[in-house]
């Protein structure tokens, strides 16, 4: 009669033998979520800003071959930082790699125009809004609120979608008429103006006093306001 040893080491190498040679198939779209999952884990989005992450899809005619380990994410080389390739190994006693191409992109939260806004039209809460934007689409220094911004005048046409910086924007605009206040530790006195040059809030611009004919530079403080300390 064989040993009751001998059947549980038959059972054992039954078992453990297929669990051996198993290995994992893997379609295209987990390929793709490995991919843009290790981006997202990798990348960290800038302050004030976030990350988008866009993969490319693989070439249907690619056969994935199985793989007996888990498999793993990495950039192999230098990037610009916008533009990766994305490897994906198996790392098994024959590996196999397949690179996935991705974008990445970052975007800033800047005030846009929703609507296009010619040359001297009043920005309104209805046409301009705070939306993020990538960065290719933002040049130089733009505006981040609505704060001192909403009642302020076009200085030139700002199109649909495009990001608005102060100098497209004046809150006192050459030629117009503004209220002056003069302000001392002890009073403050109120007169008429006109702007000859245009600025935005905090800044000075020249402005000729309607009654008087001085020529002053005050600062802006408010949409057709300047002040002055005497």
Not at 29 to 57: C, D, H, Q, R, W
Not at 71 to 86: F, H, M, Q, S, Y
Not at 108 to 137: H, Q, R
Request: proline share 5%; charged share 20%; with cysteine.
């Amino acid at each position: 009669m064989p040993n009751k040893n001998f059947f549980l080491i038959i059972t054992y190498f039954i078992v453990l033998i297929p669990s051996l040679g198993f290995a994992s198939t893997y379609d295209r779209a987990f390929i793709e979520m490995l991919a843009k999952n290790y981006l997202e884990e990798k990348i960290s989005p800038p302050e004030g800003g976030k990350v988008s992450i866009s993969i490319t899809k693989l070439d249907p005619r690619i056969i994935i071959k199985p793989c007996h380990q888990a498999l793993t994410a990495n950039i192999p080389e230098k990037d610009n930082g916008r533009n990766v390739n994305v490897e994906i190994s198996c790392d098994d006693p024959i590996p196999w790699r397949l690179y996935i191409p991705a974008k990445i992109e970052q975007a800033f939260a800047v005030l846009v125009a929703v609507s296009t806004i010619e040359k001297g039209m009043l920005l309104t809460d209805e046409n301009i809004a705070i939306e993020y934007l990538p960065t290719n689409m933002i040049r130089g220094k733009k505006l981040t609120e609505k704060t001192g911004v909403v009642g302020s005048k076009a200085t030139k046409r700002i199109g649909k979608g495009r990001a608005i910086a102060s100098k497209h924007v004046c809150l006192v605009c050459k030629g117009d008429a503004v209220t002056i206040i003069a302000k001392t530790n002890n009073f403050l006195i109120k007169a008429r103006g006109t702007a000859l040059s245009s600025g935005n809030i905090n800044q000075q611009i020249r402005v000729k006093n309607t009654r008087s004919g001085k020529i002053i530079r005050p600062k802006v403080i408010a949409i057709n306001q300047v002040m002055i300390n005497l």
